[in-house]
């Protein structure tokens, strides 16, 4: 080492030892959490938040885009209608009793196609979450989205504040969202 660098040193680890000194918990120098932490709590709904076994959201192959066409041009890029896409999700979770009660959030864009009309749209989302092969929640839900013939692409927020599953289930369930155009008549 450097004559220079050897006399920073003392003062360097005085910085360190000072800046170590003004915490209140040591613990929380070293990134300890300490066993006397409080959990987060919702505000909402007064209930502890959950991060470490709180399942992340996955996309399924072929869910993240949805595109509808005027009758008879399914594949036809000039009967295109809208076409929507998922850009990303979110999820928070809380414990209720011995349930596991998550918002999921998926966000997205809808650009009108050539057969766009001014109106309303509604992108059909499916959150589902999966112990191995057992369903535990399934719900399809219909978007909203207003469209303006001619207009820019419009962003959406999907949210969905009551998947719920058993909490012994949190480490082992997969949680699925995007869309899904039917059939509607399940949940």
Excluded at 17 to 42: E, F, H, K, Y
Excluded at 89 to 109: A, E, K, N, Y
């Amino acid at each position: 080492m450097s004559q220079s660098l050897l006399r920073f040193a003392p003062v360097l680890f005085s910085a360190a030892l000072i800046a170590g000194c003004t915490s209140a918990d040591p613990r929380s120098v070293l990134g300890s959490a300490g066993t006397n932490q409080q959990p987060a709590v919702d505000a909402a709904t007064d209930a502890a938040v959950v991060q470490g076994a709180c399942p992340a959201v996955t996309l399924r192959e072929g869910t993240a885009y949805y595109t509808t066409y005027s009758k008879g041009g399914d594949g036809d890029p000039a009967k295109v209608i809208h076409q929507a896409s998922i850009s990303d999700t979110t999820r928070q979770c809380r414990v209720s009793g011995d349930q596991l009660i998550m918002t999921v959030v998926v966000s997205g864009r809808v650009v009108g196609g050539p057969q766009v009309k001014t109106g309303t749209v509604n992108l059909p989302i499916r959150v589902a979450a999966l112990d191995g092969e057992t369903v535990l929640y399934s719900e399809l839900q219909q978007q909203p989205v207003s469209l303006v013939e001619g207009g820019p692409a419009e962003q959406f927020i999907y949210t969905n504040a009551t998947v719920t599953f058993p909490a012994s289930a949190s480490r082992t369930v997969k949680l699925y969202a995007g869309f899904d155009p039917g059939p509607y008549n399940t949940r």
